[in-house]
């Protein structure tokens, strides 16, 4: 029978539809039922492209006779995190603090006030390893709730008093300075994989976020360890199984220190922050491999997350069908050498083998390998290179394709929209650009209400029914900025400006600390707060650094101290876990570089000269800098206000810390204004 969660939106609820557990999904009607049975609430947290989630479906959610006990004995509430990043963010801090360790698929037991007393993740059908089996667990926690009932409320009241008072003390509301970034800068060298690149040990995860911020380090300061240490993490991980050599696109992460072996699940967040990364990179160095990887990843993202409706999916799955009905974890990813030959002829399977690293024994499981790009001597024949690869992404795409997490989240469509508006323009792929404005106009068309608040997730055309939290406000904004600034369209701008005034209104409070969820949102047994970057940018830093934006486009001072406020969070946190901090040390570079702010104006849309003009203008490496492009006289932008032709020609104005340098004609001296002067 299919229970509740057949009216979903969310793909990940849709796969535990015809359970035989009568789930129920996050909702006031589930707690209020647990109240009449009198018996505590299952929560089960997960996502569509967690593989451990999979397997405890398949094994207890699934299985009829547990999922009779759980019926008899519980309400069970399923919830897809990344629908819910709020109830999931408030009971993950429970489980950390309880357990010191967390993860998905997270399990935890809550009474009919949501207060929770027992927790966990992943448990098996059978007792192995020292876990208890998930119907031992069942058992325990139904008999606790029957037998030693205020031993569990006064557990339960307990973990909600200690959660409230976990506070943290975010420091003043001082943004960070020089001395802040440095000490940042000096921690990460600390914890850099110098062989490898990267930061830390095994799992690996790519990033991003402190890419950013190293880059923008150097465009600022010309300290060369920085760019050094971004540019050599970009290559490592290019060559890497963790990015698809084939088709484009990275994995989550790697489980080895080397980049070799990913954790197969393609996110639409990391490929938005990572296009971004290789984007900025080439504008940094002219670096030919991250000029490949930027456009290799956008073209990955249009090709396999984009929707009918125009938005992106947020995920492909790791595991898919190895061809004999079983679900494998990367089977439509590796290689084995017999596979090759089929493909491709016994020579050509020869040099294949040898420039993508598949070997006899395997690099992976069951003798298959992970393609690579190896450093090797010798010279490649790039003809036959590209017809090898052209031939083996035909041969994959023959295989079983890995499932598709088709919602649209709206935080990670405009990190996507930034990293194509970005790329497009950069490379002068006006394609790209448009597949951004796409996703713009379906954000704006689906996800707004009347009063500009933001829907979380659609899927299918549809809107859900979450609450947009800060990241969304603060993402979807930083993907309008940077549709403003590309396409010249004031109209971005604006609808960026009225996203930003909800975070100011409805998710800071009087100290200039800002909350995940609103104000007005559903009252949780916390109100969540987190201002560390971890797989993305924080709903903090990511507000702080649109916040900012916004300022050095309007000149409004309400935006800019909203920004400098949040940014105190960065000053304590950056020079004590810069790994973790990555996002909101790049909005502090913007801050400390002013952040610049370009007009480029021209006679009209077919002026080439202007256009020339503008697309120097975004080229700058100046941290943080905004651009407005328009035509002499326009109101589309704040900043192109009283900004003439110079002689009849186009021409670009930069200010900064409200002096401007005189007007120039010349793209090279323009160039020379955007490139930040160490210590500039």
Known sequence: MANRLAQATSPYLLQHADNPVDWWSWEPEAFEEARRRDVPVLLSVGYSACHWCHVMAHESFEDETTAAFLNSHFVSVKVDREERPDVDAVYMEAVQAATGQGGWPMTVFL?????????????????????????????????????????????????????????????????????????????????????????????????????????????????????????????????????????????????????????????????????????????????????????????????????????????????????????????????????????????????????????????FEHGASVVQLPQQEGVFDAGRVGSIRERLLAARDGRPAPGRDDKVVAAWNGLAIAALAETGAYFERPDLVEAAVTAGDLLVRLHLDEQVRLTRTSKDGRAGANAGVLEDYADVAEGFLALASVTGEGVWLDFAGFLLDHVLTRFTDESGSLYDTAADAEQLIRRPQDPTDNATPSGWSAAAAALLSYAAHTGSAPHRAAAERALGVVRTLGP??????????????????????????????????????????????????????????????PLLADRPLVGGAPAAYVCRNFTCDAPTTDPERLRAALVAAPNG
């Not at 991003?208 to 991980?237: K, N, P, W, Y």
């Open 111 to 363: 009474t009919p006030d949501a207060e929770p007393f027992y927790f966990g993740t992943y448990y098996p059908p059978e007792p192995r390893h020292g876990m208890p089996s998930f119907r031992q667990v069942l058992q325990g926690v139904h008999q606790a709730w029957s037998e030693r009932r205020g031993e569990v409320t006064e557990v339960a009241g307990k973990i909600v008093r200690d959660l409230a008072g976990r506070e943290i003390s975010y420091g003043g509301a001082e943004a960070p300075g020089e001395e802040q970034l440095g000490q940042a800068l000096l921690g990460l060298t600390r914890e850099y994989d110098e062989q490898r690149g990267g930061f830390g040990g095994a799992p690996k995860f790519p990033p991003s976020m402190v890419i950013e911020f190293l880059l923008r380090h150097h465009a600022r300061t010309g300290a060369e360890g920085a760019l050094q240490m971004a540019a050599d993490t970009c290559e490592r991980m290019a060559r890497g199984g963790i990015y698809d050599q084939l088709g484009g696109g990275f994995a989550r992460y790697s489980v080895d220190r080397e980049w070799v072996v990913p954790h197969f699940e393609k996110m639409l967040y990391d490929n938005a922050l990572l296009c971004r990364v290789y984007a900025h990179l080439w504008r940094a160095t002219g670096s030919d491999l991250a000029r490949r990887v930027a456009l290799e990843t956008a073209d990955f993202m249009v090709r396999e997350l984009r929707t009918a409706e125009g938005g992106f999916a947020s995920a492909l799955d790791a595991d898919s069908d190895d061809g004999t009905g079983r679900h494998v974890e990367g089977a439509y990813y590796v290689w084995t050498p017999a596979q090759l030959t089929e493909v491709l002829g016994a020579e050509d399977a020869e040099l294949a083998a040898q420039y993508f690293g598949v070997t006899r024994e395997g690099t």
């Open 576 to 637: 004590r876990v810069p790994r973790f901090v990555g996002w909101g040390l790049a909005a502090a570079e913007a801050l400390l570089d002013g952040p610049r702010e370009v007009a480029v104006v021209g006679a009209g849309p077919a002026d080439g000269a202007a256009r020339g003009l503008h697309r120097t203008a975004l080229l700058g490496t100046a941290p943080g800098a905004v651009v407005a492009f328009g035509t002499e006289g326009s109101d589309e932008f």
